[in-house]
């Protein structure tokens, strides 16, 4: 599967984003998607994942209650809805998919990258 990521941007501290990520193929609904996030000098991290369904998911503790992943499976399509942004979330933020059943928050056990896109938080 080929993944697409889609609308990041500059935004003031307060503000609200949601990024896109339209995946290729017939085979969408069957992986569990993720969000990660890499700021300068920093490891990539964990942000949000989602189940094939859309009807679980899983947050990191620094973004919960702020964003949320949602997912369309008939647009082959997940999505992160970030709102009350701050400036230290500001990174290249990428989506992911992982064949197996389960939700992970390690980026070893995603198959399938996008290219990611840069959102800037500005204070």
């Known amino acids: 599967v080929q993944l697409q990521a889609s609308g990041g941007g500059l935004v003031q501290s307060g503000g609200s984003l949601r990024l896109s990520c339209a995946a290729s193929?017939?085979?969408?609904?069957?992986?569990?998607m993720g969000w990660f996030r890499q700021a300068p000098g920093k490891e990539r991290e964990f942000v949000a994942g989602?189940?094939?369904?859309?009807?679980?998911?899983f947050y990191a503790d620094s973004v919960k209650g702020r964003f949320t992943i949602s997912r369309d499976n008939t647009k082959n399509t997940v999505y992160l809805q970030m709102s009350s942004l701050k400036p230290e979330d500001t990174a290249v933020y990428y989506c992911?998919?992982?064949?197996?059943?389960?939700?992970?928050?390690?980026?070893?056990?995603?198959?399938?990258w996008g290219q990611g896109t840069l959102v800037t938080v500005s204070s």
């Open positions: 992911a998919a992982d064949r197996s059943q389960s939700i992970h928050t390690f980026s070893a056990h995603y198959d399938y």
């Open positions: 193929g017939r085979t969408f609904s069957t992986y569990v």
């Open positions: 989602i189940d094939r369904s859309g009807s679980i998911t």
